[in-house]
């Protein structure tokens, strides 16, 4: 449960200066994009520049050699945001793209003000091959609350504390983190349902054929949305049971609960999944829209790259960017027209997620 990128309810306004983007050379343009997100890293609004960085982290992967360093000194820089939002962000994508070089940084943001970058934080010094970084993650989920949050515990308190553990587990999960299988499975008993549904599938993605019969009692939560993930995860171990329940849920009357089937159903190859979100980009709700959206582009099935495409000139900026964003992470070059027509769009979010993407195309 990652803080929501650019805290998306937010109302975003139309920015008045818009650029021209004249560029036909591959190089030339992806160097354009580069500078333009570097550059907007200092941008006057908290939202652009979590974005930014945001979207360099998506491009880590992909970033050539010489955008690679310039890019770690722009973010280290930013690493100082006064916005902890931003600081998310930016740890994130110094994750991604550091090396033991940053290790120090790292450690020094286990004492960040906000709970999201310490744990993000521990995270990313995982990822930059420190294993105290997922000892760290594990022991958070065993801890009081006291000694997880910095916040007093009122009942507000109390749920953000459950929060930032359903944030360590997905962390241990995306980390594939087999030493923090026991606890996780811990986990599975948590009274707070999303502590289950996350916990649940972790141990899918990390693949520990021993919770099926812990993830099989799951199939019968009193929260449907644990049902999914616990189907999910068993499907993905190759269990029957978990696809049967999701082939179920894809007929369901409450459209969160059929479309989040088939994204869990197109995540183990199941075809109707991906018809069933392409369908999706049709749906009157853009929050169902942007579930699919970024669904399909998870799975970088290219047969959906034209749908996608059309998303671009959704009425609004939020379909546009996750689109955006989607038709990068697929990484082909038939959308590369269209994004760089967005780098001009009104909304500066929608400029940055197109930049991101055209780099994440380019750098394939």
């Known amino acids: 449960m990652k803080p929501d990128r650019g805290k998306r309810q937010d109302v975003q306004v139309p920015d008045k200066k818009t650029m021209s983007v004249d560029v036909e050379d591959r190089k030339q343009l992806g160097r354009f994009c580069w500078f333009f997100l570097r550059n907007v890293l200092k941008d006057e609004e908290w939202r652009t520049r ?19 360093q310039p890019a770690l000194s722009a973010l280290t820089e930013a690493a100082a945001d006064k916005d902890g939002f931003v600081r998310f962000w930016v740890i994130d994508a110094i994750g991604k793209l550091g090396d033991e070089s940053h290790i120090a940084l790292m450690r020094s943001a286990l004492n960040d003000k906000d709970d999201y970058v310490r744990v993000n934080a521990a995270k990313a010094l995982a990822q930059l091959g420190r294993p105290e970084g997922s000892q760290l993650l594990i022991h958070m989920l065993s801890q009081t609350p006291s000694m997880i949050s910095s916040k007093e515990q009122d009942s507000r308190g109390s749920r953000r504390v459950w929060k930032l553990k359903v944030f360590a587990i997905e962390c241990l999960g995306e980390l594939g983190s087999l030493a923090a299988i026991p606890q996780i499975n811990l986990m599975l008993r948590e009274p707070q349902w999303p502590i289950r549904a996350s916990s649940a599938w972790a141990l899918g993605v990390i693949g520990d054929k021993k919770a099926v019969p812990n993830l099989r009692g799951l199939l019968h939560d009193r929260e449907k949305l644990v049902r999914v993930s616990a189907a999910e995860a068993l499907a993905r171990l190759g269990e029957e049971s978990g696809m049967v329940l999701l082939k179920s849920l894809l007929i369901d009357e409450k459209k969160m609960f059929k479309y989040k089937a088939a994204e869990s159903l197109a995540k183990v190859g199941y075809k109707t999944g991906v018809v069933l979100l392409s369908e999706a980009l049709k749906d009157s709700d853009t929050a169902i829209q942007s579930l699919a959206i970024s669904a399909l582009g998870k799975l970088g099935d290219v047969s959906i790259i034209d749908p996608l495409s059309e998303k671009l000139d959704s009425d609004n900026w939020q379909v546009r960017s996750d689109a955006a964003i989607a038709l990068g992470r697929i990484g082909v070059d038939h959308p590369l027209p269209l994004l760089k027509k967005k780098l001009e769009d009104p909304m500066k979010n929608v400029r940055v997620c197109s930049a991101a993407a ?5 750098g394939k």
């Open 50 to 68: 979590a974005c930014a960085a945001w979207g360099i982290g998506l491009a880590a992967d992909r970033l050539p050699p010489e955008w690679a």
């Open 358 to 362: 055209i780099l994440m195309i380019l």
